[in-house]
């Protein structure tokens, strides 16, 4: 495919984080970009002022006339993510009349293949880690286009548009769903999980392990690899990193001091000294450690480095603050798998441990709940209160058998109860929390801003 002779560019599914990365890097190439989603958000109106021409129904009526024109059908290309049913109208329509239709991660791949790429892949951590790349290497100089799985704060979006006629360096987030990973040869890459996840996907956590060895085995050059992991069959140089002191690359000397995280850093048998994070988390010094070791594969600076990790921003809906005062704290997290739900509660629990903390979460996915019952329940077991809403399906039809109360009956929490995404502002505004906790991937996030609204108005009432 020859993305140079594409004209015109339709995304079905373009709300999303992945999608809308894409079609903004079409838009700042020139291309006539358009769209469905099935719900309109803040990202998708900011794609639309962006000159996107963008529509909320399934309905093939509703396609610009521009992308429907059969007589310039070789230049429309039509992009679409898995997520997408298989029943979709406008999906139909593109495919029964012969136009070019292919999935997300095939054209990132052909983006990617073009210019040096560094992957970020995992089951957790892979967003904020790629973001911490990217503000690493702008910051230090590097021309790059990044297209990452959330908004990054230090650019206020999930893509970075390149300087022309200028090397380029690639940083893109290598999603495991639907083996999407796949379409990527990378030059310099990280592995930072492969735990369970996708099972309805892959079926079994051996056959998601073996495509990650596959993905593992298409970097060209360096795999940074989360010490403990596996990997078979690579033909790069492989560094290990860690927290701790048995990798290649690892922090020392980590302490807290007003909330944030000093440490140090040995590369090798380098050490850099005296860095600092405003992120909270443990994890996510894991995260920093990875991005370092990265930046030193492509000798950036070490005090670029420190330069940077002082000025990185974090990630919307990553342990983001909402509320930020000694009297009342709300953050927002994106976890929904048990393992990123205990990195956040624990992170937490560090830094407020002295406080009750309450946390909403809203599971994600039918399959994915029935397959982690006990793992979510251990892991919301670590609060103090739990609101625990409805499933949010996705893409997924309900599963007999399958709701929340799967995991409810089995956490060891006293303070536990289940409640309506409708009825949560309500409740919280009647049991004010010391710190709180939303938790999730679904639509949780449209929960946010009424909650911090009312709890911003509740402070000052109290106050006066």
Known sequence: MNLNSITHIYFIGIGGIGMSALARY???????????????TTLTSQLIAEGMDIHFEDNVQLIPPAFKNK??????????????????????????????????????????????????????????????????????GVNIAA??????????????LPQKNNKIVNVVEADEFDRSFLTLFP???VISSMSADHLDIYGTHDELVRSYNTFAGQVKEHLILKNGLKVSNVKA???????????????????????????NVMVGNHLIKDLVLGLPGRHNIENAVAAIAVAFKLNIPEEKIREALATYSGVNRRFDYQIKTESLVFIDDYAHH?????????????????????????????TRTRDFADEFAQSLSLLDEVILLDIYPARELPIEGVT?????????????????????????????????LTLGAGDIDTCVSPLRNMLVKKNLSTAN
């Open 338 to 366: 048990p393992e990123e739900l205990s990195a956040a509660i624990s992170s937490v629990k560090e830094l407020y441990s002295d406080k009750k903390i309450t946390g909403v979460f809203q599971p994600h996915l039918f």
């Open 404 to 436: 929340s109360e799967i995991i409810f009956k089995k956490i060891n929490c006293a303070n536990k109860i289940m409640l309506s995404k409708e009825k949560l502002v309500e409740y919280v505004e009647n049991h004010i929390p010391e710190v709180l």
């Open 147 to 160: 297209f990452l799985g959330g908004i990054a704060k230090n650019f206020n979006s999930n893509f970075v």
């Open 71 to 140: 007589s310039n059908s070789d230049k429309i290309l039509v992009i679409y993510t898995p997520a997408i049913p298989k029943s979709h109208s406008e999906l139909n329509y593109f495919n029964d009349n012969a136009y070019s239709v292919v999935k997300r991660s095939k054209v990132l791949g052909l983006i990617a293949s073009a210019d040096f790429t560094v992957a970020v892949a995992g089951t957790h951590g892979k967003t904020t880690t790629s973001s911490m790349i990217a503000h690493i290497l702008h910051s230090s």
């Open 187 to 189: 030059n310099i890459a």
């Open 237 to 263: 140089d492989i560094t290990t990193y860690s927290l701790q002191s048995d990798a290649d690359v690892h922090a020392e000397e980590i302490t807290i001091s007003n909330r944030s995280y000093k440490f």
């Open 26 to 40: 079409f838009k700042t190439l020139g291309k006539e970009v358009a769209g469905y989603d099935r719900t309109a």
